[in-house]
């Protein structure tokens, strides 16, 4: 599932590629994926401009104009495409078109834009969902009300770290992906975060030292802020606007690295589950 560096990605493109521009229809053939009567959706829609996109944790959001929003969580393999009006249109020598990678095939949900753009939804197993919402009922949302502090939000301080590990007795790793807690923050970048600072995903979460805590924190910010820089994590279905992978992946120190040597002191990195997942780690690093 794209997590918050993936979701942010996507946000940043859209600001860039699509804001200010027109949404003039809507196509589904899993019309499923439209929490609400299918033809209500797209008459609301159509016509409006697009005010801009924000994340909150792992979700999006493309405010319209008349106070309206489309709400999309991207579940397990979804990813938006925005496309030119001329996609077969001759392109610069060295431009790779991603576009026509099998990942970026399963479009299910397309919206028309007035540019000549349109902005696609792939989702290969057809689990991501579309809601539309009165813009300043967002934070109402049964699935946004339930979300504790975003990850990279000014929220997120060191001081409310401590607030949400205080006596509890939570494994960490299971702690820092309760979206319910700290929001963004997924399998993946758990394992990371948990090298980054040296902690073991197993440790319950008031056993903490403060300066364990601190360099926790920092490694939160450190590598969600990386991933963010580097476009992402392509693990899976993971894609980026223009169709291309993230780059996070070439990185990556413990998550899937099971069997490998540790970048840091060549202990093999061990694999265990956890939660239903799989947890990655160094035993030697970690502590």
Known sequence: MPELPEVQTIVGDLNRKIKGDTITGFWSDWKKTVKMPFERFEKEIRDKEILGAKRIG???????????????HLKMTGHLLVKRKKQNAKRKTNEKDYFSDRVNQYIHHIFYLKSGRTLEFSDVRK??????????????IKEIKSLGVDAMSREFTREKLDEILDNRK?????????????????NIYVSEILFEAGILPSRPANALKKEEMIKLYNAIKKVLEKAIKLRGTSDSDYRDTAGAPGKFQEVLKVYRRAGKKCPRCDTIILREKM?????????VCQK
């Open 275 to 283: 939660g239903q997942r799989g947890t990655f780690f160094c035993p």
């Open 170 to 186: 939570t494994k960490i790793k299971l702690l820092l992906m309760d979206q319910s807690k700290i929001a963004g923050i997924g």
């Open 58 to 72: 792992k979700n999006i959001f493309i405010n319209l104009a008349g106070g309206k929003t489309i709400y999309i």
């Open 127 to 140: 689990f991501g969902k579309i809601i539309l919402a009165d813009t300043d009922k967002i934070a109402e």
